[in-house]
């Protein structure tokens, strides 16, 4: 963060050689001066955040070139910097990565930020013993549908406001079995959302075995098809590495790797913290999907039908329709990333946005305690969504950073309309295919839709498909 | 089977809002909220002062973070003072125990002349440190000329006992609730090894209900021609059958070479430990650095030509294993006169541990700390305690090695700072004791590295000749001129096993993160006369996740455990799942 930009930008020009560069035309996604200062950023406050968020934007949808850093020659798509073993990475392949020129490439539907088409489905893999594989077949990577961004602040909002409660609960149910000399039980319960119950014994240890649909250090994960990434910045900072070969200084640099061109590229020190704060301003501030407005007639009986059936056959009891969520303020770095994502304690002041002066803000309601409602249609929890006899969507062979192979993430239905086709791999074209697709713990309502009269799961897609991303207005 | 503690819990409310420092809340990092709760740059302006020396033309800078170790033994409410005569210019040593169930290392510090002392350790998680003088409850007489001392679990009650090294008789301590002691020799058999007694190292035998002890001497002084060439025998004290510890049959370990430190170590992964032994060759003749052969039911013998052990010979003050370069075979520092060794196996003579043949890589790999490296005095330096550990989170090993003339002996530095050699990922070692504030003008000699205050960042105690110990907290990583900054993330590791090895003295610790692999072994013995119980620390740099394995002390390995960072675990062989833990204040 303090590092001296200019310097950097002439030694990116330097490193790249052969062609000039800096004319109208210049290709650069980073020429000099163009990467962010987080601290002048922060430092700033809400007059840097318009031109913060337009730098996110231009860098999301900004095709990375090779005199910016793009590829990874040595490095593989690891979370954790991982040099390959040998050999170079071609500049781009399509299922172990680099496998993007941009953000966009994938996020485009319907607008940017949005879902993608099959053709944009990435491979992931943990990029260590498969670190190059050129299959897409199960056994060395996990195909995953782009998942829309739209309203991506708000549910992280959501996921730190949860993680703090069922800490809070542990914190409590510790102190209490010290001091009363007793195991307690405590259940893990925030936003009315259950993630099971731990047992707190006089002696510190807490038993996790009961824990449900979060990760055993009690941090709600809300991204990703698994729910494996804390936060914008964590995953905007994987997904640099992953798909463009762009790698971020916070987790590539001389702290964690001794080398401040971690993956060979020629280009050290590709992204600054500053430009990762720019990419998580812009999906942060993404506006959240809503229901269609000016709908025909009969859609919007069938949508009011619809509903009414969703909530009759238990849909939300994962797909809850509103979360409470108690401040829109968004602050950058998050709480509870680790080391290797920029932390509260590595800046001088955090990047703060305040989502309620947004435009949408304004078309959040509000309950009686004065908490905004998030009508994101998930319960931020993990659930196993197979079963012996419905296991359309156990196609996987590999766990993913301990979640085992058939237990996901809830998705959020909000937009659900404006993002086929469906499932982890978008694998149903269909709203009724991918329902009837459910099993596991939302076996008892997949049964129940299927049950319905054809009018009824009619209106249910209706319901459903009124669900959209719309471009901004 | 769980371990029965005591737990020490919070104070009331009405005496925590008088504390100044309060533990973080549940929604704070444990880094942010420290930083921000207990430091400001007038605290830091003259530790960074101190930090900027001009660097020697050859000096490695670190490429990655080097720790901020602030000073603060005073303000813990530390005032122990090793000293005396001649016997006690060597040792200086202490232990760190978890006493009262709290998970906090408690600390017992040897005094020389001076009577030891008995720390209890009231510090809240993530905040300064700070410690309570608590009265030992054994004969005054005995707490005086100590030499240093080791914590360990003899009978298996799930409370830490202390082997107490001195000159005279030496002391098994039974640990009670509380952090209470008592004289345990005579209900186990145990008549005290006489002697100078200045190492001191310990394993579970296969089969064995009990510890074998091994205990070094130094000089017979009554010896005639003492001391030269008067090296007292060493002695291995096998547990005899029976239900309680009966230490009543001595071996000796004889030719002894005035061993200065010892350590059970599987060099050849063979799930048999051998006694490494670190001889001072000051006073031995025709000595040199031994390897005893330690089988079950076999009367030890060393390691010889034959069986492909090289003569070497220094002063050897103190041993430390760790498994820097993930081979699986421990490599090996050995502190010196101004010679420190790095051993690691040869790779072209050793095989796959057939023979203990073993090359020096300290000035390889820039591990030397043969002189001192700030402070202008270019004579030889005195090293006496050494130990990897991370102090940085990074996932590297570093080396820890503390300094200090013998006794104004002019041939030797006399500003002879401490080392922290931090690991990197080109595999040397970078120097920055002074960056990290530990370069001042003292005389070390024993050493405690632990996490004193559960903050995930590893702390140092050193004990000093003739002036109160050391206490360096580390505050993170050292951010120039600004406040230091979060360290990697880290795990902390507590293994349970059934008795009799309740504690798994021998297990190997196995840590993966991506394709990386760090191994630790639950030891007693090495340093200078100092040791460590409890959590076993590992740096997991950037790494979220991690998964865990154990190579039990038996030999039979665990499964994995899957477990997140920044926790501390909790592998017990009886569950199939890891627990977390969480200090109770």
């Not at chain 2, 003072?81 to 290392?105: I, K």
């Not at chain 2, 101004?338 to 591990?367: C, N, W």
């Not at chain 2, 349970?496 to 394709?515: D, F, Q």
Request: net charge negative; charged share 20%; aromatic share 8%.
């Amino acid at each position: 963060m303090l590092r001296n930009l200019g310097a950097l930008a002439a030694a990116a020009f330097v490193v790249a050689g052969g062609a000039a560069y800096g004319g109208s035309w210049d290709e650069r996604v980073f020429p000099p001066g163009a990467h962010v200062d987080f601290d002048a950023v922060a430092a700033a406050g809400p007059s840097a955040l318009p031109a913060l968020i337009d730098r996110g934007r231009v860098l999301f949808k900004a095709k990375f070139t090779t005199v910016d850093g793009a590829g990874r020659p040595k490095a593989t798509q690891a979370i954790v910097p991982t040099r390959r073993k040998a050999g170079v990475n071609p500049p781009f392949t399509r299922t172990s990565g680099p496998d993007s020129n941009s953000c966009f490439g994938c996020h485009n539907d319907p607008v940017e930020g949005g879902s993608g088409d099959d053709v944009a489905n990435a491979f992931v893999s943990e990029g260590f013993e498969s670190a190059q594989f050129d299959t897409v077949d199960p056994s060395f990577s996990s195909e995953r549908h782009t998942i829309a961004l739209m309203g991506a602040g708000l549910v992280e909002l959501l996921a730190r406001e949860m993680t703090a409660d069922l800490q809070a609960i542990r914190a409590a149910a510790v102190k209490e079995a010290c001091q009363s000399g007793k195991a307690v039980r405590a259940d893990l319960v925030s936003k009315g959302v259950r993630f099971g119950w731990i047992e707190a014994h006089p002696d510190g240890i807490v038993d996790l075995d009961s824990v449900d649909g979060v990760d055993a250090d009690l941090i709600v994960r809300p991204f990703s098809r698994k729910g494996v990434f804390t936060s914008l910045r964590q995953f905007t900072i994987n997904a640099l590495n992953v798909h463009h070969g762009m790698e971020a200084v916070e987790r590539f640099g001389a702290r964690w790797t001794g080398t401040h061109d971690f993956a060979e590229s020629g280009v050290p020190d590709a992204i600054t913290a500053g430009d990762v704060s720019a990419l998580v301003a812009f999906q942060a501030t993404l506006p959240p999907p809503a229901v269609k407005t000016g709908l025909p007639g009969d859609w919007r009986a069938a949508a009011a039908e619809g509903e009414k059936q969703f909530d009759a056959i238990g849909c939300p009891s994962c797909h809850v329709k509103t979360l409470p969520l108690k401040s829109l303020v968004f602050t950058d770095p998050a709480p509870y990333d680790m080391a290797g994502t920029l932390r509260s304690g590595e800046v001088e002041a955090p990047i703060v946005i305040d989502l309620s002066v947004l435009p949408f803000a304004k078309t959040l309601q509000k309950n009686d305690q004065g908490a905004w409602l998030i009508p994101l249609m998930s319960d931020l929890k993990r659930h196993l969504v197979v079963d012996e006899q419905v296991n359309a969507l156990g196609n996987e062979l590999q766990a993913q950073r301990f979640v085992e192979r058939d237990v996901f993430l809830t998705p959020r239905l909000w937009g659900v309309g404006s993002t086929a086709p469906y499932g982890h791999i978008g694998a149903f074209r269909m709203l009724d295919e991918i329902i009837a697709a459910h099993g596991g713990d939302a076996r008892f309502s997949r049964d129940q839709y299927l049950a319905l009269d054809p009018d009824k799961r009619d209106a249910v897609v209706a319901f459903l498909r009124a669900l959209a991303i719309e471009a901004p207005r | 089977m769980k371990t029965v503690v005591k737990t020490i819990c919070p104070p009331p409310p009405a005496e925590r809002r008088r504390r100044h420092f309060e533990t973080p809340t549940a929604r704070a990092p444990q880094d942010e909220v420290a930083r921000r709760t207990t430091l400001s740059l007038g605290v830091l302006a003259p530790l960074l002062a101190i930090a900027s020396p001009a660097h020697a033309a050859d000096r490695l800078a670190p490429a990655g973070d080097a720790p901020v170790m602030h000073e603060e033994a005073q303000a813990a409410g530390l005032n122990s003072v090793y000293d005396g005569p001649w016997e006690f210019f060597v040792g200086g040593g202490g232990a760190a125990l978890d006493c009262d169930g709290s998970g906090f290392p408690s600390v017992f510090l040897a005094g020389g002349k001076n009577p030891a002392k008995l720390y209890v350790n009231v510090s809240k998680a993530g905040g300064p440190i700070r410690f309570v003088e608590k009265p030992i409850g054994v004969d005054p007489k005995l707490l005086v000329n100590v030499i240093g001392a080791y914590p360990i679990d003899v009978d298996g009650d799930g409370r830490m006992d202390l082997f107490v090294l001195r000159v005279g008789q030496n002391l098994m301590l039974k640990g009670g609730p509380d952090c209470t002691f008592a004289l345990a020799g005579k209900d186990w058999n145990f008549d005290g090894d006489p002697g100078w007694t200045t190492s001191f190292a310990a394993e579970w035998e296969q089969g064995a209900k009990f510890p074998t002890l091994a205990i070094g001497h130094y000089v017979d002084r009554d010896a005639p021609g003492s001391p030269w060439g008067t090296c007292q025998d060493n002695s291995l004290f096998r547990p005899q059958p029976g239900e309680r510890p009966d230490y009543s049959v001595r071996t000796p370990l004889a030719p002894g070479f005035c061993a200065l430190s010892m350590l059970f170590t599987d060099w050849n992964k063979s799930g048999v430990p051998s006694l490494r032994v670190s001889n001072d060759r000051q006073y031995y003749r025709g000595g040199e650095e031994q390897l005893w052969r330690v089988e079950p039911g076999k009367t030890p013998r060393p390691y010889t030509r034959a069986d492909g052990w090289r003569h070497l010979s220094i002063f050897g003050m103190g041993v430390a294993e760790g498994d820097v370069d993930g081979s699986g075979y421990p490599q090996y520092f050995l502190t010196s006169m101004g010679d420190e060794k790095l051993q690691k196996l040869d790779p072209d003579e050793a095989g796959r541990g057939e023979l203990p043949v073993y090359r020096d890589i300290a000035g390889e790999v820039g591990a030397t700390a043969h002189i001192p490296y700030t402070g202008g005095d270019k004579r030889p330096s005195t090293a006496w305690h050494a130990e990897f550990a991370d102090f940085t989170n990074d996932g590297l090993l570093d080396i820890f090695v503390s300094k200090g003339n013998l006794s104004q002996m002019p041939d030797f530095a006399a500003y002879d700072p401490s080392n922290l050699l931090i690991g990197q990922w080109s595999g040397k070692f970078a120097e920055a004791g002074d960056l990290a504030g530990i370069a001042g003008n003292r005389v070390g000699r024993g050493a405690l590295i632990a996490d004193f205050n559960l903050d995930g960042k590893l702390d140092i105690l050193q004990i000093d000749r003739g002036s109160n110990v050391a206490l360096f907290r580390n505050l993170g990583a050292r951010n120039g001129d600004g406040l230091p900054l979060p360290s990697g993330n880290w795990s902390e590791i507590r293994l349970i096993e059934p008795n009799p090895n309740r504690n798994a003295v021998g297990a190997k610790i196995s840590v993966k993160t991506g394709t990386r692999t760090q191994t630790r072994t639950l030891q007693v013995g090495g340093g200078d006369a100092s040791g460590h119980a409890g959590w076993v620390h590992v740096g997991l740099g950037t790494a979220e996740r991690a998964e865990i394995r154990v190579q039990w002390p038996d030999g039979e390995r665990s499964p994995t455990y899957r477990v997140f960072a920044n926790q501390f675990v909790v592998v017990d062989r009886t569950k199939p799942q890891a627990s977390y833990w969480y200090p109770g204040r």
